[in-house]
């Protein structure tokens, strides 16, 4: 079982040594910025290392908006962080579901995920698993509720696409965690990645807001148990650096049996 940590990305691998990381997740470009990714020195360390990378895409990508001005960049962003990020050897490139706008119809935010993994095809091909993340919050979400996440990958699932759980989320966003896996794999028929995440706020409560295992409003053994039922590596994206996350890696060792 592999557990890692989301790190900076100055210096991924120091910052996997300093947690006793067997992954690490970090960034490729500013996650709040349009710049597309700069080619890494470190790109053929990374490769050859023993920890395995991921990448998490920018949060401003919205591939499912009806915004011809936001999602025709996001779908060229997406793909130039998926090249980008099989260039450091990545296992995999994290991206959130998005949303549409209050008053937009829905099935056009599904059917635009259908068109941007068209879109990648027809320019040469995703280079890596695209792992689509659920997320916390919106009354229009894509990815929140799983009665959503049904609709898109009916609409994406031809195209291979991956799938990220993040614990908080589904706990903020509405979604027991008790059998979630086993919810989402009759949905996607996989799990690529769980983010091990304790919520600082209560259940459905729409925020996404991450807390250090057992701080929180989730029981750990939850966490713990949705590991071992997806059999999926996990990143802890959680707060209080090098000290928090490498007690919450300890715990998920200890408890899910690594």
């Known amino acids: 079982m592999r557990i890692g940590a989301h790190v900076d990305p100055a210096e991924p691998l120091d910052a996997a040594?300093?947690?006793g990381a067997d992954a690490v997740q970090f960034f490729l470009a500013d996650p709040q910025g349009w710049k597309s990714p700069a080619a890494r020195p470190d790109a053929e360390a990374l490769k050859t290392s023993d920890v395995d990378v991921y990448i998490h895409a920018p949060y401003v990508i919205n591939v499912a908006t009806l915004n011809n001005r936001i999602r025709i960049p996001s779908r060229k962003l997406l793909l130039a962080h998926a090249r980008a990020a099989a260039a450091v050897g990545a296992k995999g490139l994290i991206v959130h579901g998005g949303h549409v706008n209050a008053g937009d119809d829905i099935a056009v935010?599904?059917?635009?995920?259908r068109k941007t993994f068209a879109y990648a095809e027809k320019e040469g091909g995703l280079p890596l698993p695209i792992l689509i993340e659920n997320t916390a919050g919106g009354d229009h979400a894509i990815a929140r509720r799983f009665d959503n996440l049904k609709r898109l990958w009916d609409a994406v699932g031809e195209f291979?696409?991956?799938?990220c759980l993040d614990t908080c989320h589904a706990h903020a966003g509405g979604e027991e965690l008790l059998d979630i896996v086993d919810r989402v794999k009759s949905i996607t028929g996989r799990i690529d990645l769980i983010h091990a995440n304790d919520s600082k706020d209560t259940f459905d409560s729409g925020r996404d807001r991450h807390d250090n295992l057992g701080n929180g409003k989730i029981d750990p053994e939850l966490v713990v148990a949705a590991i071992r039922a997806a059999d999926?590596?996990?990143?802890?994206e959680t707060p209080g650096g090098v000290e928090g996350q490498t007690a919450d890696i300890a715990?998920?060792?200890e408890k899910a049996g690594s």
Do not use: K, S
């Not at 935010?109 to 995920?113: E, L, R, V």
């Open 17 to 19: 040594a300093a947690r």
């Open 109 to 113: 935010g599904f059917d635009n995920w």
């Open 160 to 163: 291979g696409a991956g799938f």
């Open 232 to 236: 999926a590596p996990a990143i802890v």
């Open 251 to 253: 715990l998920l060792r």
